[in-house]
């Protein structure tokens, strides 16, 4: 008799499996405080990785970590900051290999069966600029494409970086702010 499921998980299951990770995480993190930087320094590099990012939760981990911030009292200048390099470090990589593979991505998965994305990702960026990087951040479908758009387009690395780490830390601070302030302001 094996061990794995013989159908597939039905959506709703696998959401609850989701926050039940996402549960088991921050109480790992309310327990064992002086792992917070290196946690969520992995999971917001993870998160920026180009194509990894389909599957890491990361904004609702980062979410629930600035609302225990609050409620715990962790530290919040550490895991800003290793949230925040982080971010940067996998947006980084992902600028590298686009740089590195270039118009071979198109044959990868989502592209190849979405082709229509690169074209779309193609104006967004050309129209944006360096801009498109700070846009990003913030919108969950472009975070971990547009760094791999950039370097599979040619931006300037130095333009790059100083648009990387900066949108990084401010990224970092308007996940984690909202929640730990929201915790203080409610108890």
Not at 95 to 119: A, E, N, V
Request: net charge positive.
């Amino acid at each position: 008799m094996s061990i794995w499921p013989t159908r597939r998980p039905t959506r709703a299951f696998s959401a609850f499996r989701l926050s039940d990770v996402i549960d088991h995480l921050v109480e790992f993190l309310r327990a064992h405080a002086a792992w917070a930087p290196a946690i969520t320094f992995g999971i917001a590099f993870f998160k920026s990785l180009a194509l990894v990012s389909l599957v890491v939760p990361g904004t609702t981990i980062m979410l629930a970590v600035g609302a225990l911030i609050g409620a715990s009292g962790l530290p919040f200048t550490p895991i800003w900051i290793a949230i925040s390099v982080g971010a940067a470090l996998g947006d980084w990589i992902s600028y590298w290999i686009g740089i590195r593979y270039g118009d071979r991505i198109k044959t990868w998965w989502p592209f190849s069966r979405h082709p229509d994305l690169l074209p779309r990702g193609e104006r967004f960026f050309r129209r944006w600029g360096w801009l498109s990087i700070v846009f990003c951040r913030f919108f969950e479908p472009l975070r971990a494409t547009v760094p791999l758009l950039c370097g599979v387009f040619r931006m300037k690395a130095l333009t790059f970086q100083l648009t990387n780490w900066p949108s990084a830390f401010l990224w970092a601070a308007t996940l984690l702010g909202p929640g730990k302030i929201i915790w203080q302001w409610l108890f």
